[in-house]
């Protein structure tokens, strides 16, 4: 988790290296949709990026679990354009994720594009074009740095295909994001430590909302934790229910519609939840009791890999506080075959 910035290099560098090639496939494919597809932690990562190609790119984009995109082809509305498919996977070896990207191109055609960190991988050598981060690498079971590398790299490959688009200064990144986990990592570690919380909920919306997924996951697998992501607003449909004294509620706040969700928390605040909050910029609000500042500088769709070491840290702790290993906790491995 501590050295996740120096796979952020590595994940600039590939994108660089292979732009005129990105941008080739971009343009002659002059796709209508875009389709990305993954497992576990790479489906959140899918999550993300989707709704990024179709907020930053305009074209239609949807996210699927590669089983999804397997067992339930008919889920996906047909398309009279041409689709790029993109297949996320740290492995690049994970079953479904294969069988998927192979049956979807049999029936539809056109190129994949895979994002991972092995070139080897079966994944990686079947691709039309692949981003692999091979400094994403690590030797847990659960994704941290590698999530980081190929959440980067897929940003980057959005920011590449803009008009005129320019990928994040690699040092100012890097600095940052070292800055943040100094500033922050006593935080994470007071509050993964605290026995007294024992529900977490990770609230995002718009393009935070696969960040929210991501982070709970890597709560729930590290620390075997009771764990789950919403959307902001949909919180207070019922999930709200379960906040008590007991209850750490994550809030990736927004700019576009941050009165909303602050009037979430508010309410949740009443409940007895402890609120963190991970704001661009400081809010001040008294329904927050913890805040971390982001100070970016970067636009929104170019941030969100800043989210990730504090809350990693937070489920390492949490892990560790609950007497398990964050690096191979229980019925957890490393690839999942079908
Ligand atoms: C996908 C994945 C991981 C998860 C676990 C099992 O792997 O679901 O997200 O943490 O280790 O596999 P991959 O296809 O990204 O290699």
Redesign the pocket.
């Given at each position: 988790i501590l050295t996740q910035t120096e796979a952020w290099r590595g994940a600039l560098r590939v994108v660089q290296e292979k732009q005129a090639a990105l941008l080739q496939l971009w343009r002659e494919g002059a796709f209508s949709d875009v389709l990305v597809t993954?497992?576990?932690?790479?489906?959140y990562l899918s999550l993300i990026l989707a709704p990024l190609f179709q907020s930053q790119l305009g074209v239609r984009a949807r996210a699927l679990p590669a089983s999804e995109l397997l067992l339930y082809p008919e889920t996906l509305l047909p398309t009279t354009g041409r689709t790029l498919l993109i297949a996320?996977?740290?492995?690049?070896?994970?079953s479904e994720?294969i069988q998927a990207v192979r049956v979807y191109r049999e029936r539809n055609g056109g190129p994949m594009l895979h994002i991972?960190c092995y070139p080897e991988a079966e994944l990686a050598q079947i691709a039309d074009l692949a981003l692999v981060v091979p400094e994403g690498r690590e030797e847990s079971?659960?994704?941290t740095r590698?999530f980081s590398a190929m959440l980067l790299a897929g940003q980057a490959l959005v920011a590449t295909l803009q008009d005129g688009g320019t990928l994040p200064a690699t040092q100012p990144l890097i600095e940052r994001g070292e800055q943040l986990i100094a500033s922050y990592h006593e935080l994470a570690r007071h509050l993964g430590h605290n026995p007294e919380f024992g529900r977490f909920y990770f609230l995002g919306s718009g393009l935070r909302y696969g960040m929210a997924c991501e982070v709970s996951?890597k709560m729930k697998?590290m620390s075997l934790s009771f764990s789950e992501p919403f959307h902001c607003m949909e919180f207070r449909h019922g999930p709200m229910s379960m906040v008590n004294e007991h209850t750490l509620v994550v809030c990736l706040l927004s700019e576009q519609a941050r009165e909303y969700e602050l009037a979430v928390l508010r309410d949740l605040k009443a409940l007895g939840g402890h609120i963190l909050v991970l704001s661009e910029q400081k809010v001040n609000d008294p329904a927050i009791d913890e805040q971390i500042i982001l100070a970016s500088g970067l636009p929104e769709s170019q941030r969100t890999v800043f989210y990730l070491p504090i809350l990693q840290l937070l489920g390492y702790y949490r892990a560790l506080t609950n007497g398990q290993d964050p690096d191979h906790p229980h019925n957890?491995?490393?690839?999942?075959v079908l």
């Open positions: 993954g497992c576990g932690s790479t489906y996320v996977s740290r492995s690049g070896t994970t994720t991972g079971v659960v994704q590698s996951l697998e957890l491995t490393a690839v999942v």
